[in-house]
């Protein structure tokens, strides 16, 4: 497609259950990045993959929170032993370059943990 | 530490009012601002950007104002339209490396017919 796809749109998840948030980007995108949006607020940064590196990972919450990027393509967000306070939209973005880049986002997957 | 603020959480304009939406940020060093647009359900989408050697830059119908002097952006919208209500974003740059963007809390505009 021509735009970052994420799926799936919607997950509910229980307490304690393992989530796993798949981020399709523009195709020749190097950079992918991945935020989370609680209610009300911005978008907060989790991680950074330029290609299949993961440059930086500062955003991550906490060591239950994992993103892989193997082949430089797609990108999944993976949330171990889910809480409450994971309830968020899980926003992915690529940009072509790095740096000063327009980023273009998906339309985020809503997790409700319950 | 750093921050991106925005100083009214919602906007309420007349349609064909011009809309200006203010944004504080705090860290000096900062060279690269975007302003996003977020519609329910959606993710954001970008407006227009501005790197620090600029005062001023116009797009279709809006334009970005960067006053480094007082660390303020603002997002002013020409004649505006009810297409144009959404939550407004602004982010900064904070790593010029990777893209890595710092975002305020948003502002919601809402465009009265």
């Known amino acids: 497609g021509a735009g970052v796809s994420q799926s799936p749109r919607y997950k509910v998840a229980k307490r304690g259950q393992d989530v796993a948030l798949r981020c399709d980007p523009i195709s020749g995108h190097v950079s992918l990045f991945w935020y989370q949006q609680a209610l009300g607020q911005g978008p907060e940064f989790l991680t950074y993959f330029q290609n299949e590196a993961q440059l930086d990972k500062s955003g991550l919450p906490s060591d239950r929170f994992f993103a892989e990027r193997p082949e430089g393509s797609v990108s999944t967000l993976k949330i171990q032993r889910t809480q409450q306070e994971d309830s968020a939209v899980y926003l992915c973005?690529?940009?072509?370059?790095?740096?000063?880049?327009?980023?273009?986002f998906g339309q985020g997957t809503r997790l409700t943990v319950v | 530490g750093e921050s991106v603020g925005l100083h009214l959480p919602t906007l309420s304009v007349q349609e064909g009012d011009n809309s200006i939406i203010n944004c504080a940020y705090s860290n000096s060093a900062s060279d690269y601002f975007i302003w996003y647009k977020q519609e329910s359900g959606k993710g954001p989408q970008f407006i227009i950007d501005?790197?620090?050697?600029?005062d001023k830059r116009q797009g279709q119908r809006v334009t970005v104002l960067l006053n480094k002097t007082v660390k303020h952006l603002s997002l002013q919208i020409a004649a505006t339209q009810p297409g144009d209500s959404a939550v407004y974003f602004c982010?900064?740059?904070?790593?010029?490396?990777?893209?890595?963007?710092?975002f305020g809390q948003g502002t919601t505009l809402q465009v009265k017919p």
């Open positions: 501005i790197r620090s050697n600029m």
């Open positions: 973005a690529s940009s072509s370059g790095s740096g000063r880049t327009e980023a273009f």
């Open positions: 982010a900064e740059n904070g790593s010029s490396n990777t893209g890595k963007l710092i």
